[in-house]
């Protein structure tokens, strides 16, 4: 009897520990009153925020955004996408906090930074880019970028092709 009791534990143990990426966080947004500042967060959305959820980009406000903001929040991010996560910001000029941005677990940058032709410099150092296979178009239709920083956790041995 003891031992069925142990070993029920030990399985919520490991049933526990294997699903512990929380389904009600999120990476969201919040917005300056005229919508030229974006601060995305990562944790439970306030009602009514913008959300971007399975590899899906913002909706209704890209085309007000001059400056984003990457909060400290979201570091605690484990998706495996960031799939369109700054695509077709025509107004974008600078994203700050990229720091805060977990990549460690990221598989897919596909048109992450696509269409934002204002965007001149990024700082991409501290992403670990280990687990990526898809990068395709991740800067595509950046007309203006002319620097990426990039650091020795920047590593394209597994990515499977790139276009644009």
Known sequence: MKT???IFA?????LATSLSADPTKVLYAEFSTDYKTMTIKYGEAPSGAETYTNGH?????????????????CASYDGTR???????????E??????NLNTSSVESMRSMFEE???????????????????????FAGCSSLVTIYVS?????DN?????G
């Open 4 to 6: 069925k009791k142990l």
């Open 94 to 99: 600078t994203i700050s906090g990229l720091t």
């Open 57 to 73: 980009s913002w909706t209704n406000v890209t085309y007000k955004t001059v400056n984003i903001i990457v909060d400290g929040s």
């Open 116 to 138: 934002c032709p204002k965007l001149t410099s990024l700082d991409l150092s501290s992403f670990d880019t280990s687990n990526v296979t898809d990068m395709n178009s991740m």
């Open 159 to 163: 990515v499977s092709g790139t276009y």
């Open 10 to 14: 030990l399985l919520g143990l490991l």
């Open 82 to 92: 960031m799939n369109h996560l700054f695509y077709d910001f025509p107004l974008l």
């Open 152 to 156: 020795r956790g920047w590593t394209t």
